[in-house]
């Protein structure tokens, strides 16, 4: 599979960097010459210096032998040029754009049918509101994501030592629980990613991820100990458009309290005659006194969403150390990531990560119908089981499947079933499929097998 990457910056390295590590062919246009040469000096990909709205480039690229194209620069005019001239050179490419502004992002039903036929257009904002208000609605966990069927849910959450579940082997953890359609989908230890057995321990300082259906979710994170208490109170610091957007959603919702906080006099101007019910604060989220004023203690939710990072995690720490019950900061460098729990932030969201995952949710082959990304190291797959592939009346245990690629779950109907070696999948089951990135080209061919 040849894939084409507009655009060498953070999300565009990341997205090759996941590609390759599943030895997908990859070709990275960029008109900054020493980017192009970093990339090409960490990564086995293929570069190109131009610009994505260049046709030359393009070709020279290859584009009328790809298959995907993925226009992810941070302009939006180039990533809708380099989506039209793709359509010219090759109609039935995949198409995936990365898209910012709302002027574009509103009609985007018109840019993917009618006039681009975009196959897919990614707002990393959107995205990352969505992830807060999933983080809202489940607090005790550190990330929570959703399959195509919004009922079943991947959840991360970092187990602490107080916790009378450490210690427990997974067995003996699904006992506990207390619930069947539960399961330990990986644990990431020491920055390492575990895909588990029975025989696994779960240890202080682990993140486990486990796969759950919605209407268990309060119980699952009660036995290990997490808040599941509703959020009322909100408090956005930074009212860009990630902060307003946020807010003008959370207004809508019954028995929610927001304030938005920013410094920019013309940008509270702005908030408070576009914003309904929200409370608009002139002032610095650093500013501990007001922070005192406003009675931050008594906040259930911080969100800290300016546009500079550095002031993001100051605020949070701040904040949560005036005794908020949940400190979310968004974060734009990756480097920094693996950072953030070392100084007691668990709670991170990303414009940038956000936008490379979900566009890597497009470029999985066969009946892969959503996927979800776990740290860089794994992904967890969901597939419609078709009658004519090998995936159908064969036991689990005898599916070929590489090493380290693991059936999670099964629905079947309104049933979420656990499987063991010897459960059979049915044409037309949703398959929750975890393996390791760098064996998920074998597994997509184990797919297609018929």
């Known amino acids: 599979m040849r894939i084409i990457i507009v655009g060498a910056g953070e999300v565009g390295f990341h997205i090759a960097r996941r590609l390759t590590a599943e030895n997908k062919d990859v070709v990275v246009i960029d008109r900054n010459q020493e980017v192009l040469t970093r990339v090409a000096e960490r990564l086995d990909v293929e570069t190109v210096l131009g610009s994505g709205s260049s046709p030359k480039a393009l070709e020279q690229a290859g584009i009328k032998n790809a298959q995907i194209l ?34 574009y992002t ?7 049918r009618d006039l681009l036929k975009i196959d897919i257009a990614i707002n990393p904002e959107e995205e990352v509101i969505g992830s807060i208000e999933r983080l809202m609605g489940a607090p005790g966990a550190a990330e929570i994501s959703e399959f195509s069927d919004v009922n079943i849910k991947l959840v991360g959450i970092w187990i602490r030592s107080e916790t009378n579940l450490a210690g427990l082997n997974l067995a003996e953890l699904k006992q506990r629980i207390g619930v069947s359609g539960f399961i330990v989908a990986a644990i990431i230890r020491e920055e390492k990613t575990i895909i588990p057995s029975g025989a696994n321990r779960i240890q202080p300082g682990d993140m486990v991820y ?15 100990g997490k808040s599941t208490r509703a959020q009322h109170k909100v408090l956005i610091i930074g009212g860009g458009n990630i902060g307003y957007r946020l807010a003008r959603n959370l207004e809508q919702k019954k028995g929610m309290h927001v304030k938005i906080m920013d410094s920019d006099r013309q940008r509270c101007d702005f908030l408070a005659e576009n914003l309904q019910r929200t409370i608009v604060l002139r002032g610095d989220g650093t500013d501990q006194n007001l922070l005192k004023q406003e009675n931050v203690g008594d906040m259930d939710v911080v969100a800290s969403l300016t ?43 990303s414009p940038r990560l956000s936008a490379a995952n979900s566009i890597l949710r497009y470029v999985r082959q066969g009946t892969v119908i959503s996927s979800i990304s776990i740290k860089e190291e794994a992904e967890a797959l ?13 036991p689990i245990k005898d599916l070929d499947f590489p090493k380290g690629a693991i059936v999670l779950c099964l629905i079947r109907g309104q049933e979420v079933i656990i499987p063991t070696g010897d459960t059979v999948i049915h044409p037309g089951d949703r398959v929750m499929i975890l393996t390791v990135s760098r064996n998920i080209s074998e597994v997509e061919r184990a797919l297609l097998k018929t």
Do not use: W
């Open 210 to 224: 486990f796969v759950c259906a919605q209407k268990d979710l309060n119980t699952v994170l009660k036995a290990f």
């Open 307 to 349: 546009g500079d990072e550095e002031n993001n995690v100051l605020c949070s720490l701040l904040t949560k150390s005036l005794g908020a019950k949940l400190s979310i900061t968004r974060i734009n460098k990756f480097a920094y990531m693996p950072l953030m729990r070392a100084i007691g932030l668990e709670h991170i969201v």
């Open 382 to 394: 969901e597939v419609i089981a078709q009658p004519d592939t090998h995936l159908v009346d064969t």
């Open 70 to 103: 993925l226009a992810v620069t941070d302009s939006d005019e180039i990533n809708l040029i380099a989506c039209t001239f793709g359509n010219i050179f090759a109609p039935d490419l995949v198409k995936v754009a990365r898209i910012r502004n709302s002027e």
């Open 106 to 112: 509103d009609y985007q039903d018109i840019l993917a």
